[in-house]
């Protein structure tokens, strides 16, 4: 009898062991469970529109999204629905799996009335300017980016003429000071965006060894520059100037990018633009260094306009903000700009 107690005890003991040992592996499984991303995309989205729950928000958790709203919204099966202009209060819920816990997060989205934004920016921007411009609209649903890029002068010109116009980029500060003079730019918004120096644009493989500035004067070569009223044009001339080296041009252009297509397209041996451009249009042309003590920076001013042509002020002071952040840092840099 004393020895089936024995054994009934045992059993007791170790049941209680196998219940311990199960209870503490499911609390450690639980506490190792992964946090999900979750990624709130949009800040401001269009009212009366319908638009897929993925470009307002994305998490790295397979569980089933499950949405609460309040305000000017509703999510309507893989869409989120706009009624009016208002605020979009939106909840999410993921239940947990077996590897993300379980998580809540909340967005404030605002709803606004669909605007376009008129950026007007030198022809040397484009690149940067159009992925920062796809990133903007992602973030701002609401808005539409219209880009207007040509050289300075000729974006100076255009503003004085009445161009409808909320922001502007120069290649150079006389160009900005025209539309300050004449007051088409808010002064106290002017501050430098990025900087720039000068290449030697080449044929892809430099089929003519031209390494220097001295090389542009060889005979038969034929070289293109920006016309002299735009900030390239100036600028190439002084760094010729500098090297005492003189040439017949074979074309001014009206912009960078000109220089860039002539040079590409196999019309002139060799050009004179922004280094910038040689880097944007690598598999069209390659561009030579300009040695430093003959090279110079060309400071890049950007403003807003002081009767600017949206009336969506929060759009235009969002731009000019992620031109100046982390992201849009990344972006100059990538495309060869020298950050201030």
Do not use: C, H, W, Y
């Given at each position: 009898m004393f020895r089936s107690k024995s054994?009934?005890?045992?059993?007791?003991?170790?049941?209680a062991f196998l219940v311990w040992l199960a209870c503490g592996t499911a609390v450690l499984a639980k506490?190792?469970?992964i946090t999900p991303s979750v990624s709130w995309l949009a800040s401001s989205v269009p009212d009366s529109a319908r638009i897929q729950v993925?470009?307002?928000?994305?998490?790295?958790?397979?569980?089933?999204?499950?949405?609460t709203t309040q305000g000017s919204c509703a999510v309507k099966g893989k869409f989120l629905a706009t009624t009016k202009v208002g605020t979009c209060r939106i909840e999410l819920r993921l239940s947990a799996t077996p590897k993300f816990a379980a998580t809540t997060s909340v967005a404030i989205v605002r709803v606004?009335?669909?605007?376009?934004?008129?950026?007007?920016?030198?022809?040397?921007?484009?690149?940067?300017?159009?992925t920062l411009g796809e990133i903007f609209t992602r973030r701002f649903m609401n808005v539409s980016v219209r880009f207007n890029f040509a050289g300075s002068a000729t974006l100076a010109m255009q503003i004085q003429q009445g161009a409808p116009v909320d922001i502007v980029a120069m290649a150079d500060t006389a160009n900005m000071k025209k539309v300050l003079v004449s007051g088409d730019v808010e002064r106290k918004s002017v501050i430098t965006l990025v900087r720039n120096q000068l290449a030697i644009l080449v044929q892809r493989g430099n089929p003519q060894k031209i390494n220097s500035l001295n090389d542009l004067a060889r005979s038969g070569l034929k070289v293109v520059l920006c016309d002299l009223a735009q900030p390239c044009g100036k600028y190439a001339a002084t760094v010729l100037s500098k090297a005492n080296v003189s040439f017949?041009?074979?074309?001014r252009e009206a912009s960078a990018s000109g220089v860039v297509l002539r040079v590409g397209f196999g019309e002139a041996d060799a050009g004179i633009a922004y280094i910038t451009d040689g880097i944007v249009a690598g598999d069209k042309v390659d561009a030579v260094k300009i040695a430093d003590i003959l090279n110079l920076i060309a400071e890049y001013p950007i403003g807003v306009?002081?009767?600017?042509?949206?009336?969506?002020t929060a759009a235009i002071v969002a731009f000019m903000a992620m031109t100046k952040s982390s992201v849009g840092r990344t972006i100059f840099a990538e495309n060869g700009f020298i950050l201030p």
């Open positions: 054994v009934a005890a045992r059993r007791f003991i170790f049941g506490s190792q469970l993925s470009k307002i928000v994305e998490t790295d958790s397979t569980a089933q999204m499950k949405f606004k009335k669909k605007t376009e934004l008129n950026v007007l920016a030198a022809a040397s921007l484009a690149n940067p300017f159009e017949t041009v074979a074309s306009a002081t009767k600017p042509t949206t009336k969506d």
